[in-house]
């Protein structure tokens, strides 16, 4: 009877796992759900999305240019002709008058010019040259009925091959037109700018004709009014009997000036005599001294005080008898005498000249009394005056005026302004300038390649599945351990046919070639390049810094397809070709495989061992042509698997782990089945495969969050059929391509 297995129902996998190894420990702590960060693309991914589509590119850009010169030849030519219009700032605008000053510079320049660019595209222009080559008629009769007809042939003229121009820094307008035929479009461009012309020398003549009108209407009331102003103005005149109050203003004015500056005079000379007659009225020597007799005075007192000295000196000397004193008695007497009558004259002149300044002063003030009264009068009526006069002459300076501007207006509106001019008319062209094949390609070429590039690039960016382990790096955080080439060999294991057999019966040794080229370990054709690929694997995991050694691996993938079957059944004859007794587990309860791909038929497995029907020893199958591999199908089909699996597969890979060196568990897809999560659980690592170009990176994040979330030992990502195509990493294609060519060449 099988052996069953028994397992304490109080004692959880993670425990059994610690009494069957006491050395072992759990995996280390994973950290929560990764966020993946946003990703920096390096130029080197955007060289190698270029080398990808390259052919494709090329291609499209190929198909544009081509296309672009077909229909370029194929396109009606068509010609540009051009005149040239110069327009003169400097030039008078007009014969005679303000008409003939200079345009102004700067700002109105542009604004002039900008002007006359719209009057060369107005309806007032070219309307007459549209009327005289017939294009109105050619637009009215796309119409179907006669009113349609009617509203083309009244709305504005637009000629869409007009272009009108100002090349820069010059004072000059090009009005080009393109047509078909070059001379048609030369004659065109002439006939516009003819139209022009006459279009600006008819708004100048009509201008000129207006204002004339419009003057001559205004010179009779002017007229009339002229004449009453000047009647006014006499009529005031002869009133005030003056001919000109404010002339005679000014004379009084003047005179009122002049006769104040003379009364003020006279009274400060009054005032000055008044005061030395007083002052020699009251005795004082000073004042008569300070008067014009002064000089005459002093001198006299000059002698008077030499005779008082005289006769000091003799008195004191000879005495009242002697006959010197008498003498000079008589002379003191003589000059007391004629001081006194001195005296008396320069104050009697004193007085009589401030008399005579008395009487000028009152002269004066009643000079300026009547002369102002006079100047009162006058100027009462000089403001009335001077009014009537302002607007007489006011009338009379714009009649004037007027008078003169209306002979300007007759002499300009015969004169056609030359600041305004043709340049240069309009010739046919010799070449024409549409379509111009070379500059079409090469636009083709350019945007072709630019389209090119932003759909690789677009396609690039909306490719979300994983292509090579910078994606796994970047966008799920895990590090991709492994690659796998594109080989359509490696989905089964093609058993070595008889012919492999030597006349013994044996096999033919490990590595060596049939006539076919094929290279055989065992009973088994093996693929060199994609068996490295997997040797690599294996070295990877087991040489990595892990404080335990593995015993047992679950292999399982984010969806169906992925090539987890493929990568356990070679990671287990790899294994097994090192000399390690290995043991390889169909733990696809509901789509097993496993047994297949070494073509064994089992009738029992796994799912018989977990029901306890036998023991897991005699459900292992050893696989002819390989050493130290076994096999444990997955036995009959079962939709109970997680059932099955839960409570007994931790025990299991206990036991199995005693015997075997290494343990591989193919576990279903992981997304949508729940015994891979208990299978990724109970084993010492989890390897998840990857199809690249073809998983989506959102699947296979969510499987390796989920496996993080468990708390397994996530190894590692492997990425599957990995080809040059699809992967950036440019040192894997060189290693993939290494093991291509040795493997033809061997």
Same mark, same amino acid.
């Given at each position: 009877?099988?052996?069953?297995? *028994?397992?304490?129902?109080?004692?959880?996998?993670?425990?059994?796992?610690?009494?069957?190894?006491?050395?072992?420990?759990? =995996?280390?702590?994973?950290?929560?759900? $990764?966020?993946?960060?946003? /990703?920096? #693309?390096?130029?080197?991914?955007?060289?190698?999305?270029?080398? %990808?589509?390259?052919?494709?590119?090329?291609?499209?850009?190929?198909?544009?240019?081509?296309?672009?010169?077909?229909?370029?030849?194929?396109?009606?030519?068509?010609?540009?002709?051009?005149?040239?219009?110069?327009?003169?700032?400097?030039?008078?605008?007009?014969?005679?008058?303000?008409?003939?000053?200079?345009?102004?510079?700067?700002?109105?320049?542009?604004?002039?010019?900008?002007?006359?660019?719209?009057?060369?595209?107005?309806?007032?222009?070219?309307?007459?040259?549209?009327?005289?080559?017939?294009?109105?008629?050619?637009?009215?009769?796309?119409?179907?009925?006669?009113?349609?007809?009617?509203?083309?042939?009244?709305?504005?003229?637009?000629?869409?091959?007009?272009?009108?121009?100002? =090349?820069?820094?010059?004072?000059?307008?090009?009005?080009?037109?393109?047509?078909?035929?070059?001379?048609?479009?030369?004659?065109?461009?002439? @006939?516009?700018?003819?139209?022009?012309?006459?279009?600006? &020398?008819?708004?100048?003549?009509?201008?000129?004709?207006?204002?004339?009108?419009?003057?001559?209407?205004? #010179?009779?009331?002017?007229?009339?009014?002229? +004449?009453?102003?000047?009647?006014?103005?006499?009529?005031?005149?002869?009133?005030?009997?003056?001919?000109? =109050?404010?002339?005679?203003?000014?004379?009084?004015?003047?005179?009122?000036? *002049?006769?104040?500056?003379? &009364?003020?005079?006279?009274?400060?000379?009054?005032?000055?005599?008044?005061?030395?007659?007083?002052? @020699?009225?009251?005795?004082?020597?000073?004042? @008569?001294?300070?008067?014009?007799?002064?000089?005459?005075?002093?001198?006299?007192?000059?002698? #008077?005080?030499?005779?008082?000295?005289?006769?000091?000196?003799?008195?004191?000397?000879?005495?009242?008898?002697? /006959?010197?004193?008498?003498?000079?008695?008589?002379?003191?007497? +003589?000059?007391?005498?004629?001081?006194?009558?001195?005296?008396?004259?320069? %104050?009697?002149?004193?007085?009589?000249?401030?008399?005579?300044?008395?009487?000028?002063? *009152?002269?004066?003030?009643?000079?300026?009394?009547?002369?102002?009264?006079?100047?009162?009068?006058?100027?009462?009526?000089?403001? +009335?005056?001077?009014?009537?006069?302002?607007?007489?002459?006011?009338?009379?300076?714009?009649?004037?005026?007027?008078?003169?501007?209306?002979?300007?207006?007759?002499?300009?509106?015969?004169?056609?302004?030359?600041?305004?001019?043709?340049?240069?008319?309009?010739?046919?062209?010799?070449?024409?300038?549409?379509?111009?094949?070379?500059?079409?390609?090469?636009?083709?070429?350019?945007?072709?390649?630019?389209?090119?590039?932003?759909?690789?690039?677009?396609?690039?960016?909306?490719?979300?599945?994983?292509?090579?382990?910078?994606?796994?790096?970047?966008?799920?955080?895990?590090?991709?351990?492994?690659?796998?080439?594109?080989?359509?060999?490696?989905?089964?294991?093609?058993?070595?046919?008889?012919?492999?057999?030597?006349?013994?019966?044996?096999?033919?040794?490990?590595?060596?070639?049939?006539?076919?080229?094929?290279?055989?370990?065992?009973? &088994?054709?093996?693929?060199?390049?994609?068996?490295?690929?997997?040797?690599?694997?294996?070295?990877?995991?087991?040489?990595?810094?892990?404080?335990?050694?593995?015993?047992?691996?679950?292999?399982?993938?984010?969806?169906?397809? +992925?090539?987890?079957?493929?990568?356990?059944?070679?990671?287990?004859?790899?294994?097994?070709?090192? !000399?390690?007794?290995?043991?390889?587990?169909?733990?696809?309860?509901?789509?097993?495989?496993?047994?297949?791909?070494?073509?064994?038929? =089992?009738?029992?497995?796994?799912?018989?061992?977990?029901?306890?029907?036998?023991?897991?020893?005699?459900?292992?199958?050893?696989?002819?042509?390989?050493?130290?591999?076994?096999?444990?199908?997955?036995?009959? !089909?079962?939709?109970?698997?997680?059932?099955?699996?839960?409570?007994?597969?931790?025990?299991?890979?206990?036991?199995?782990?005693?015997?075997?060196?290494?343990?591989?568990?193919?576990?279903?897809?992981?997304?949508?089945?729940?015994?891979? #999560?208990?299978?990724?659980?109970?084993?010492?690592?989890?390897?998840?495969?990857?199809?690249?170009?073809?998983?989506?990176?959102?699947?296979?994040?969510?499987?390796?969050?989920?496996?993080?979330?468990?708390?397994?030992?996530?190894?590692?990502?492997?990425?599957?059929?990995?080809?040059?195509?699809?992967?950036?990493?440019?040192?894997? $294609?060189?290693?993939?391509?290494?093991?291509?060519?040795?493997?033809?060449?061997?």
């Amino acid at each position: 009877m099988p052996e069953s297995i *028994q397992i304490p129902p109080d004692i959880s996998s993670e425990t059994a796992r610690q009494r069957a190894f006491p050395s072992y420990s759990a =995996p280390f702590d994973p950290v929560s759900d $990764y966020e993946p960060e946003k /990703p920096s #693309l390096p130029l080197s991914h955007y060289l190698w999305i270029l080398r %990808r589509h390259l052919w494709k590119m090329l291609g499209f850009v190929a198909a544009c240019v081509l296309i672009t010169f077909v229909v370029s030849s194929r396109l009606k030519h068509v010609y540009e002709s051009t005149a040239t219009i110069n327009i003169d700032p400097q030039a008078p605008a007009a014969v005679v008058g303000q008409g003939n000053a200079n345009q102004s510079s700067g700002v109105d320049t542009d604004i002039f010019f900008t002007t006359q660019m719209r009057i060369i595209q107005s309806d007032a222009v070219l309307r007459p040259v549209a009327e005289q080559f017939h294009m109105i008629g050619d637009q009215s009769s796309k119409g179907d009925d006669t009113a349609e007809s009617q509203s083309l042939s009244s709305a504005p003229v637009f000629l869409g091959h007009l272009k009108v121009t100002r =090349p820069t820094n010059t004072y000059l307008l090009q009005i080009s037109y393109r047509a078909s035929n070059p001379v048609l479009a030369a004659n065109i461009a002439n @006939a516009i700018a003819k139209s022009y012309l006459d279009q600006v &020398y008819n708004l100048h003549t009509r201008s000129s004709a207006d204002l004339s009108s419009f003057m001559g209407q205004q #010179l009779d009331s002017l007229k009339a009014k002229m +004449e009453r102003s000047s009647q006014a103005l006499a009529k005031f005149e002869k009133d005030m009997d003056v001919i000109n =109050p404010e002339q005679k203003t000014d004379i009084l004015s003047a005179r009122l000036q *002049q006769l104040n500056s003379e &009364y003020t005079g006279a009274q400060a000379d009054r005032i000055a005599k008044e005061a030395a007659w007083n002052a @020699a009225k009251s005795g004082s020597a000073i004042a @008569a001294l300070s008067s014009s007799q002064g000089d005459t005075l002093a001198k006299l007192s000059d002698a #008077l005080g030499d005779a008082q000295q005289h006769f000091a000196l003799i008195k004191a000397t000879f005495g009242v008898n002697h /006959p010197e004193y008498r003498k000079a008695q008589a002379q003191l007497n +003589e000059a007391q005498q004629q001081f006194d009558e001195a005296r008396l004259a320069v %104050r009697q002149k004193l007085e009589q000249q401030y008399l005579e300044a008395k009487g000028r002063e *009152q002269m004066l003030q009643q000079a300026v009394a009547d002369a102002k009264a006079q100047w009162d009068q006058i100027n009462a009526g000089s403001f +009335e005056y001077q009014q009537l006069k302002q607007e007489a002459d006011a009338d009379k300076s714009l009649y004037n005026e007027l008078i003169t501007k209306i002979n300007e207006a007759g002499i300009n509106a015969d004169f056609q302004s030359n600041n305004i001019r043709l340049a240069d008319r309009a010739r046919p062209a010799a070449r024409p300038i549409a379509p111009n094949i070379r500059l079409n390609v090469l636009m083709a070429l350019f945007l072709s390649i630019i389209l090119a590039i932003g759909a690789a690039v677009l396609h690039d960016s909306l490719d979300t599945t994983l292509r090579d382990p910078n994606d796994a790096r970047r966008y799920l955080g895990a590090d991709v351990i492994g690659t796998l080439p594109l080989d359509r060999e490696v989905s089964e294991i093609i058993r070595a046919p008889k012919s492999q057999k030597d006349d013994a019966g044996s096999f033919i040794p490990a590595g060596a070639a049939n006539g076919n080229g094929h290279h055989y370990r065992g009973n &088994y054709r093996t693929i060199s390049h994609f068996e490295e690929a997997v040797r690599t694997i294996r070295n990877t995991i087991f040489l990595s810094d892990f404080e335990h050694r593995l015993r047992s691996i679950a292999i399982t993938s984010a969806e169906p397809g +992925e090539g987890k079957t493929t990568l356990s059944t070679h990671l287990a004859i790899a294994n097994a070709a090192g !000399g390690k007794s290995t043991l390889i587990v169909d733990g696809d309860l509901r789509r097993p495989s496993v047994h297949a791909r070494f073509g064994l038929d =089992p009738r029992v497995g796994l799912s018989n061992v977990l029901n306890g029907e036998m023991s897991w020893k005699s459900a292992i199958l050893p696989v002819e042509g390989i050493p130290n591999l076994n096999v444990l199908p997955s036995g009959p !089909g079962s939709h109970r698997a997680a059932d099955l699996i839960g409570p007994h597969l931790s025990v299991l890979l206990n036991e199995f782990a005693r015997q075997y060196d290494l343990v591989i568990l193919d576990s279903p897809p992981l997304l949508g089945f729940a015994e891979c #999560l208990q299978m990724a659980n109970a084993a010492d690592g989890v390897l998840v495969v990857s199809k690249a170009a073809s998983t989506n990176r959102k699947a296979v994040a969510s499987a390796v969050s989920t496996l993080l979330r468990i708390r397994a030992n996530l190894l590692g990502v492997i990425l599957n059929q990995v080809t040059q195509e699809t992967s950036a990493d440019a040192y894997s $294609y060189y290693g993939y391509k290494q093991y291509k060519e040795y493997a033809e060449h061997e």
